[in-house]
């Protein structure tokens, strides 16, 4: 088990599986700003005990992760929708970002059933809401990040625009995995941008300053009981690099080697943002990293496409975590390898499995209707060659499909 209050900044493979802890600081010494509320229970409480049952959320392979980790951890599961807990009265009710019911509707049947609702129904609400999360960040909290605005109208946004400047970032107010993403170069670009993020809905656009980042970073923060004090703490997992492109994920890798300010600084944000989300589970903290300076981007309060190299990484990885973090269990974050993960659309025939799968620590997984090229190396940037390589043997035998 990793402890709170340490850190380590692994550069090379570790020796051995039990090479101590990643990366914890506790809650409470971040000064975050509790002002979403999951519980009126204090931290140190026992929590009641709750039936061994967990129903997952949504029909995704990511919610098919979540529900074989509480399987593990001993739980009946049901997957699916929010209605199901009416027939099946489970004691925890875990969403996965891709159900179908409302928060809403969450909450009403979490209270006739008796459910905990994981991650908190507050941090779901709260995290959905692209600027709610960077009002909080910048003007509760004091987190650095980029200039942003609202647009409710195509005319909003294109005044918006013109004060934030190009290039410049529009998103959805509302969204996942790069739906709702426009860069926009100019006035031309103004329509499609503004048609992507609104769609349709009223929902309107976020206008965002682009800079020239190093890269885009991602911790993922767990939030638990530390069994030494009995108090709410935050665990980090190492930092972990990814690239986009058009909005989507591409390639993610771990550990990103940050500079040692900018690591001070992303954890001291991580900490700060999750601090306030008053919620047991695992976070996916998203930010931007230019040399030492770290702004802020954005929070999802569950597993995330980022944290699929942990498959290959961690000795826990993310699914596995945010079963024990949202049952108030010990932590244990640790590195035993680094690795790197590449996102593509479709499955490879039998022929290019079989051709990837022979280079060097190179395992593929099935996602839905994606795969998954993981590797591990002595480092990052290793692993990520060897995911280049097995990459492009799938394509000398299957063609280049798109990479999503």
Same mark, same amino acid.
């Given at each position: 088990m990793t402890v709170p209050h340490s850190a380590e900044h692994p550069s090379e493979r570790p020796a051995g599986p039990n090479t101590g802890p990643n990366a914890e600081h506790s809650a409470d010494d971040t000064g975050a700003i509790p002002t979403v509320n999951d519980t009126a229970r204090a931290p140190s409480e026992e929590p009641p005990e709750m039936p061994r049952r967990a129903l997952i959320l949504g029909e995704s392979a990511m919610a098919l992760d979540l529900e074989q980790a509480y399987k593990r951890m001993g739980f009946d599961t049901r997957i699916g929708a929010a209605s199901i807990a009416e027939v099946f009265y489970p004691g925890i009710i875990v969403t996965s970002g891709d159900a179908e019911d409302t928060i809403e509707t969450v909450q009403e049947i979490s209270e006739r059933v008796g459910a905990v609702v994981a991650p908190s129904v507050d941090a779901c609400r709260h995290t959905a809401d692209r600027m709610a999360v960077r009002k909080q960040a910048s003007e509760e909290l004091g987190l650095p990040t980029l200039d942003y605005e609202f647009a409710a109208t195509p005319q909003e946004m294109h005044d918006a625009v013109e004060r934030i400047g190009y290039p410049c970032v529009v998103k959805a107010p509302t969204s996942k995995d790069g739906e709702g993403f426009s860069f926009v170069h100019s006035d031309a670009d103004l329509a499609d941008a503004w048609r992507a993020a609104d769609r349709g809905l009223g929902q309107?656009?976020?206008?965002?300053?682009?800079?020239?980042?190093?890269?885009?970073?991602?911790?993922?923060?767990?939030?638990?009981?530390?069994?030494?004090?009995?108090?709410?703490?935050?665990?980090?997992?190492?930092?972990?690099?990814?690239?986009?492109r058009d909005g989507k994920l591409v390639e993610s890798w771990q550990p990103a080697p940050l500079p040692e300010a900018a690591m001070d600084n992303a954890r001291s944000i991580a900490a700060r943002i999750v601090g306030a989300m008053a919620s047991c589970g695992i976070f996916s903290v998203e930010m931007f990293v230019s040399g030492d300076d770290v702004y802020f981007s954005q929070v999802t309060p569950r597993p995330s496409r980022d944290g699929l190299v942990t498959f290959v990484t961690q000795r826990i990885n993310q699914?596995?975590?945010?079963?024990?973090?949202?049952?108030?269990?010990?932590?244990?974050? &640790?590195?035993?390898?680094?690795?790197?993960?590449?996102?593509?659309?479709?499955?490879?025939?039998?022929?290019?499995?079989?051709?990837?799968?022979?280079?060097?620590?190179? &395992?593929?997984?099935?996602?839905?209707?994606?795969?998954?090229?993981?590797?591990?190396?002595?480092?990052?940037?290793?692993?990520?060659?060897? &995911?280049?390589?097995?990459?492009r043997e799938i394509h000398k035998i299957d063609g280049k499909p798109g990479e999503n």
């Open positions: 309107g656009a976020v206008v965002e300053r682009y800079i020239d980042f190093d890269f885009e970073a991602t911790i993922l923060a767990a939030r638990s009981i530390d069994p030494s004090t009995g108090e709410l703490a935050t665990w980090f997992c190492e930092p972990i690099g990814t690239r986009h699914f596995d975590l945010q079963a024990r973090a949202t049952q108030r269990l010990p932590i244990d974050s &640790t590195l035993i390898s680094p690795g790197a993960v590449r996102f593509l659309e479709g499955h490879p025939s039998q022929a290019a499995l079989a051709a990837a799968m022979a280079v060097e620590e190179v &395992t593929v997984r099935m996602l839905g209707d994606g795969t998954l090229v993981l590797a591990t190396a002595d480092s990052a940037a290793e692993a990520r060659q060897r &995911t280049d390589e097995a990459v």
